[in-house]
């Protein structure tokens, strides 16, 4: 009876996501863009969300001129599809309106070109990967201990050690994706204007005022305080109020 509950009130929940999603987007339509962020935020409360929801979110906020918002719901949605096209040149528009113009140090040597393969795939698409040559490898392996002929043997060995090596570049990928995804934890400044410090207390010395959209990557916290690391190599203290994770 609980089972039969649960799936009734989870299908409920999902009837009205998907009923407030469509309803977000018959009012973006009509260029009804506060009550549309209404709608897709209702849709969020439900705790339903996805790439295309938060980039319809995204681009109502831009249209409200919201640059915080828009920002943030453009970086949700590349979360769940960075490769997702729209979202990146959309982003670059919304990117036009923050204040602050903050430079991004390329980063260089083999940790780069490592992130650059690993960062092909998401570290799920890595990790079905794995799973399929691993299938691949018993397979080989099966035919290769049940076959006679000579040739066949052969082939089926090669192909279980082809299996293996290109196993072990997948999961490593995984693991190294999966590692980053938790380890980055990019930020963006909601407050209109927030003081950067060098220490995590009110009295610390100011080191540069930040406004709303600047990206930031959260490196530590300390009771209300978070130290952030900018695109730039900079580094201070935070309010965590003026801020909000995108992950």
Known sequence: MKNILYLFLLSTQIFFAQSGFEKGNALYAKGNYS???VAYESVLNSNQH???????LANTYYKLNK??????????????????????????????KTIDEIKVIPKVGFAKLVRDFTGIYNYNTWGW????????????FIGYYFLEITVWKRAFFVGMFIAILVLLITASSAIFEKRYFDTEKPAIVFAEMAN?????????????LLHEGTKVYVEEVIGKWKKILLTDGTEGWIESSAIKEVK
């Not at 996805?50 to 319809?56: P, Q, R």
């Open 35 to 37: 009550e549309a962020a």
């Open 50 to 56: 996805s790439a295309e929801l938060y980039f319809n």
């Open 67 to 96: 640059v915080a918002p828009s920002i943030y719901y453009y970086e949700k949605a590349l979360v769940l599809n960075p490769k997702d096209q729209e979202s990146l040149n959309n982003l670059k528009f919304a990117h036009k």
């Open 129 to 140: 990967a794995t799973v399929g040559l691993a299938t691949l490898f018993l397979l080989f």
């Open 196 to 208: 950067v410090k060098s220490e995590p207390r009110d009295g610390g010395k100011s080191l540069f």
